[in-house]
């Protein structure tokens, strides 16, 4: 299967994992939350939303469960980049 030229949505995710394409996926800290790429072969594929635009999560529990559930277990995560919890005005959690 071919993925996309540049992107890659939900239903053809769905369709390269089935196939056994997908080689890895990172989830990645953004200033909106949570973003996900996928990984083929040696190409990188940000997941977009419906609506278009980086598909983002508040959480990252939440893109976790989102993987999981498409069956993708293993993930790198990338937490360098400031993420929504760390915007001015709003305090980090601690735990």
């Given at each position: 299967m071919?993925?996309?030229?540049?992107?890659?949505?939900?239903?053809?995710?769905?369709?390269?994992?089935?196939?056994?394409?997908?080689?890895?996926?990172?989830?990645?800290?953004?200033?909106?939350?949570?973003?996900?790429?996928?990984?083929?072969?040696?190409?990188?594929?940000?997941?977009?939303?419906?609506?278009?635009?980086?598909r983002?999560?508040?959480?990252?529990?939440?893109?976790?469960?989102?993987?999981?559930?498409?069956?993708?277990?293993?993930?790198?995560?990338?937490?360098?980049?400031?993420?929504?919890?760390?915007?001015?005005?709003?305090?980090?959690a601690?735990?």
């Open positions: 071919n993925p996309p030229s540049d992107t890659v949505d939900h239903a053809t995710l769905q369709r390269m994992n089935a196939t056994g394409v997908v080689t890895g996926a990172l989830l990645v800290a953004e200033p909106d939350g949570w973003a996900c790429v996928i990984q083929v072969r040696r190409t990188h594929y940000p997941l977009v939303a419906k609506r278009g635009g980086v983002h999560w508040s959480k990252m529990e939440s893109a976790t469960r989102y993987l999981r559930q498409l069956g993708i277990t293993e993930f790198r995560v990338d937490a360098r980049r400031p993420h929504s919890a760390a915007r001015p005005g709003r305090m980090p601690h735990g």
